[in-house]
T-cell receptor
């Protein structure tokens, strides 16, 4: 059965800290790995990773994928209170031309002033 | 460009009733996927529609069904509601099928009493 596991489940840090969120997966027919940020309702897209070792960066956030070891990390530097959210990792698995995301349970990040 | 919209945003039903939720994808997006999010199970894939055809289905009972119209709008229906169906139902759209990022709507919060 396809599985995505995120760690830690929750994290409390202070503004300015750097955090690393982990996502490991065991799936058949891997297509890509995606990170989303969920604050109140809809998850908002952060990154899509398809190739190993290529870092994707957006401001203070960055992410990288290791397809050999089957994991990804999401780094947030100089955290701000606005970074407080649930961070979701999802793996897109394909069976033909279909679109199916398997989500981890998420990491709840709380950034204290 | 308008984002994914879902209606209604909140819904209260009683056990045994049925419910229909609606999702309008981003203009030009033809793939619509539905997810159920609960505190215990996280985000779980329900099904995906593309060009009015269901192409993928998650592990949910037959009480959960959906359809897609020619304008790509989608509906999902849950019959004979159970207490455990209380959840946030999210739909996501993407332009095509392969290697395309899914963008989420705000969700419909369903409470079953």
């Amino acid at each position: 059965e396809d599985k995505v596991v995120q760690s830690p489940l929750s994290l409390v840090v202070h503004e300015g800290d750097t955090v690393t969120l982990n996502c490991s997966y065991e799936v058949t027919n891997f297509r890509s790995l995606l990170w989303y940020k969920q604050e109140k309702k809809a998850p908002t897209f952060l990154f899509m990773l398809t190739s190993s070792g290529i870092e994707k960066k957006s401001g203070r956030l960055s992410s990288i994928l290791d397809k050999k070891e089957l994991f990804s990390i999401l780094n947030i530097t100089a955290t701000q209170t606005g970074d407080s959210a649930i961070y979701l990792c999802a793996v897109d698995v394909h069976g033909g031309a279909t679109n199916k995301l398997i989500f981890g349970t998420g990491t709840l990040l709380a950034v204290q002033p | 460009k308008a984002g994914v919209t879902q209606t209604p945003r909140y819904l209260i039903k009683t056990r045994g009733q049925q419910v229909t939720l609606s999702c309008s994808p981003i203009s030009g997006h033809r793939s619509v996927s539905w997810y159920q999010q609960t505190p215990g199970q996280g985000l779980q894939f329900l099904f995906e529609y593309f060009s009015e055809t269901q192409r993928n289905k998650g592990n949910f009972p037959g009480r959960f069904s959906g359809r897609q119209f020619s304008n790509s709008r989608s509906e999902m229906n849950v019959s004979t509601l159970e207490l455990g169906d209380s959840a946030l139902y999210l739909c996501a759209s993407s332009r095509l099928a392969e290697q395309e990022t899914q963008y989420f709507g705000p969700g419909t919060r369903l409470l079953v009493l």
